[in-house]
């Protein structure tokens, strides 16, 4: 069998439906706690493009907020507090085959469960690693193409520093 949802909104205006999960122990004004949202986009009659959004409610706070869409392309997109650029906070598949991620502010890091390792690609262009307990592993600087090992501002095309020697050419 299969289950449809919808409502009487008007998908010319964007609306399509929502699935709201209410608690009622909450006070009158804000008893949903999450919801899954359906919304229309496009002009073409009958063959409008959807995206479906989900919101939740941070501890301490009214209102439920927009943490995640998936766009009508596919695409999954993030917001992040009130930003609005979500193109900033982003997971696509291209079709030439590359997975973008797109992240903050400040760069992309991707560690592993307890954060002691990782790779950050900051902004400004450069590629930090982190192994273990040691930051700035490696870095390569993305204005420069140095790379550095042990020291986070190499000072050539390959800057190794170490406890003993200080700097290896």
């Known amino acids: 069998g299969i289950l449809e949802l919808g409502d009487n909104q008007n998908a010319d205006t964007g609306g399509i439906g929502s699935i709201n999960f209410v608690g009622t122990y909450q006070d009158a004004g804000h008893k949903i706690m999450a919801e ?9 009659s009958g063959q409008r493009g959807s995206s479906i959004s989900m919101y ?21 997109t993030f917001a992040i507090g009130s930003d609005t650029d979500r193109d900033a906070n982003s ?3 291209a079709s030439n085959g590359f997975l973008y991620i797109k992240g903050g502010e ?3 890091s991707i ?3 307890g954060e002691d390792t990782r790779m950050i690609l900051f902004n400004n262009g450069n590629i930090r690693f ?22 986070d501002s190499p000072g050539g095309k390959l800057h190794i520093q170490t406890a003993s020697t200080g700097q290896t050419p």
């Open 36 to 44: 899954i949202r359906a919304s229309g986009s496009g002009a073409t």
């Open 56 to 76: 939740t409610k941070e501890n301490g706070t009214a209102n439920i907020a927009e943490r995640m869409r998936i766009t009508s392309d596919g695409n999954v």
């Open 91 to 93: 997971i696509k598949h």
């Open 106 to 108: 400040a760069g992309i």
């Open 130 to 151: 982190d192994a273990g307990t040691k930051d700035n592993a490696m870095i390569i600087e993305g204005s420069t193409g140095n790379v550095g090992i042990g020291t």
């Open 111 to 113: 560690n592993d469960d």
